[in-house]
């Protein structure tokens, strides 16, 4: 694998099993006794989604809605696919993505799936950047970062490289 580009290590596998464990707990007391949708956002949300599912209590199911754009881009402007294979009406549903850097994708992404009339909506994210929109709902993280620096690795990718990387790293300068 070319790892130019590849710069020092923010989070090691090992604070973001930490940082799962974390949203885990917040996620398990508030939805405790309740049956809730996981709706991954996909490609990027895939392994945060995976590790956070095995480490909830409740009762779940599980869908998935993708709405890619390039990474930096401020204004996600991209069509939402969403299959709907699961009825969200009337259910709590709980977004899972990897990283809001200006929020845009997800606040997209709220707006869309409250027409489906759930009967709540959340955000479970394992990274916040901090120039992001203020989103009205519950929002479960576990590290909100200093700066809006790009990042690759645990679902973030390069040029959609490095996805696979089992920690997230700051991308060398002149390759941002
Ligand atoms: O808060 P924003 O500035 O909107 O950025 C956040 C989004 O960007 C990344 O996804 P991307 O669009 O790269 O899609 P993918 O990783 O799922 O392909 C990330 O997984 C979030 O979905
Ligand atoms: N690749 C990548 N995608 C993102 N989406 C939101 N933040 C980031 C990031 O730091 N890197």
Redesign the pocket.
């Known amino acids: 694998m070319q790892q130019h580009v590849i710069g020092d290590t923010l989070f090691s596998s090992q604070q973001i099993s930490a940082g799962v464990a974390q949203v885990a707990r917040q996620l398990n007391q508030h939805y405790q006794g309740q049956s809730v949708v996981v709706i991954s956002?996909?490609?990027?949300?895939?392994l945060f989604t995976a590790d956070l599912v095995r480490q909830l209590e409740f009762d779940l199911a599980m869908d998935y809605i993708?709405?890619?754009?390039?990474?930096?881009?401020?204004?996600?402007q991209?069509p939402i696919v969403y299959q709907q294979t699961l009825s969200i009406a009337n259910k709590p549903v709980l977004v899972v993505?990897?990283?809001?850097?200006?929020?845009?994708?997800?606040?997209?992404?709220v707006t869309y799936l409250s027409k489906y009339s759930p009967s709540s909506l959340a955000i479970a994210?394992l990274l916040v950047?901090p120039s992001?929109?203020n989103i009205p709902c519950p929002q479960y993280y576990a590290y909100e970062l200093a700066n809006d620096d790009l990042l690759v690795g645990y679902?973030?990718?390069w040029q959609?490289r490095y996805?696979n990387l089992p920690f997230i790293a700051t991308v060398l300068q002149g390759e941002v």
């Open positions: 956002v996909v490609p990027g949300g895939i993708a709405c890619p754009h390039t990474p930096g881009d401020r204004d996600n991209s993505d990897d990283a809001l850097e200006s929020g845009s994708t997800m606040q997209r992404l994210t950047k992001r929109v679902g973030l990718p959609q996805r």
